[in-house]
Each structure stands twice: as structure tokens, then as C-alpha cells.
């Protein structure tokens, strides 16, 4: 069955370094998304992407947070400078189309800032 | 803005049903959602629901809506201990894009 994957599945870094976080989507999935979830607390939207532009993104998202689908199955997330708070589970997920919108997601990528 | 409600914990013997409550804030969703987390795992869609229906069936899972008091459940017949995990309830943004979590129900069944 198809899965969504991401690498790498552990990132420790310092704060204000640089990240770029991975996923390759469903091959036949149009519809990309990266969600987060510091421990203990709920999943949160970050943000969704289609068609090589930003849906939609939430408060969270911004402008230290960049999207881009650098080639035709991979889909990234960078976080620019982090910090410490920035230290959560990192999810992404695609779906096949918008109406259902059944999301299905990767194992996730734990980022620990130090 | 949308919020999604569950309550934190529910404890069940094995062969019981289960049930798994929540509420939710937008009455625009169109569809809402079950995901199943289990220990060091990503979120797996268990099953989801149009916002014009009462009632979802699949297999052992069975989804009840009720629209006017913007309540969702999930049932779990015949439980088992591979049930054990964290059941997230989502509803989706009225832009249409994104799941709104709940913080999760951690479902633990005991044999």
C-alpha cells in the first residue's frame, strides 16, 4: 500500500541553525501539508500546498517556515533560523483530492533544538 | 475560531465496546475525520464522515454524527488490545484545507 515517508526521522539541531525537513507524498496525491505537534499538545496545521503555491497556512507559519516541492516527488519544509520552541514532532501528509481531503500521513520527523 | 473537544482518556476490558466522544465549533465542516495514533507512529485515517449523514458503518467502527449539537463519536465493537492508541478527531477549516485536531483520547484496553 502506498505511504507517505519522511527523512530523516530524528534532526537535533542548534538553535538558529537551518533545517530542511523531508517528505515524499503519495505518488498520484496533488495536495501536500506539513503539521506539527509539540509534546503533549494537539496536531497543528502549518501549512497546505497545491499546485506549486500556498492554499492555506496558519499563524504559526511564518517567515522563518518555507514550503517548496523542489522536484516531482519530493516536498520539503525548511525552518530558516530555529528555536528552541520550534522543538515538535513534524508531520506531513498529501491527499488525492480537496473534496474528501482524506489526509494521509507520514511517520513523522522529531526536531529537537538545542 | 474552530475547535475541536475529546475527552483525554477512556479504559476499556477487551471484547467491550468502546466509545470515543467529541465536540466541534464549525458547523461549516463538510467532512470530519478519526485518525489513530499508536506509540512512535504517524496519524492513520481510521474513517471519516459527510456532514450530511448520521451514521458511518465500517466494519467495527461505526461513526455517529449529530449536526445539531455538533457531535461526533466513535464506536469500537469488540475492542482488543491492539486497539490501544490515541484517537484524534479532526474536522477540516472552512477554507477547506487543512484538520483541526483534537488533543486526542488515549484508549487503553486491558485484557
Known amino acids: 500500500e502506498p505511504e507517505v515517508t519522511q527523512t530523516p526521522s530524528h534532526q537535533v539541531t542548534q538553535m538558529g541553525q537551518e533545517v530542511i525537513l523531508r517528505c515524499v507524498p503519495i505518488s498520484n496525491h496533488l495536495y501536500f501539508y506539513w503539521y506539527r505537534q509539540i509534546l503533549g499538545q494537539k496536531v497543528e496545521f502549518l501549512v497546505s500546498f497545491y499546485n506549486n503555491e500556498i492554499s492555506e497556512k496558519s499563524e504559526i507559519f511564518d517567515d522563518q517556515f518555507s514550503v517548496e516541492r523542489p522536484d516531482g516527488s519530493n516536498f520539503t519544509l525548511k525552518i530558516r533560523s530555529t528555536k528552541l520552541e520550534d522543538s515538535a514532532m513534524y508531520f506531513c501528509?498529501?491527499?488525492?483530492?480537496?473534496?474528501?481531503?482524506?489526509?494521509?500521513f507520514g511517520p513523522g520527523t522529531r526536531l529537537t533544538v538545542t | 475560531g474552530e475547535d475541536v473537544e475529546q475527552s483525554l482518556f477512556l479504559s476499556v476490558r477487551e471484547g467491550d465496546s468502546s466509545v470515543i466522544n467529541c465536540t466541534y465549533t464549525?458547523?461549516?465542516?463538510?467532512?470530519l475525520y478519526w485518525y489513530k495514533q499508536e506509540p512512535g507512529a504517524g496519524l492513520q485515517l481510521l474513517t471519516y464522515i459527510f456532514s450530511n449523514m448520521d451514521m458511518k458503518q465500517d466494519q467495527r467502527l461505526t461513526v455517529l454524527l449529530n449536526k445539531k449539537d455538533k457531535h461526533l463519536s466513535l464506536r469500537i465493537a469488540d475492542t482488543q488490545t491492539g486497539d490501544s492508541a490515541i484517537y484524534f478527531c479532526?474536522?477540516?477549516?472552512?477554507?477547506?484545507?487543512?484538520?483541526?485536531f483534537g488533543k486526542g483520547t488515549t484508549l487503553s484496553v486491558s485484557s
Open positions: 464549525d458547523s461549516s465542516s463538510t467532512y
Open positions: 501528509a498529501s491527499s488525492e483530492n480537496p473534496g474528501r481531503n482524506e489526509q494521509y
Open positions: 479532526a474536522e477540516i477549516t472552512p477554507a477547506g484545507t487543512a484538520l483541526i
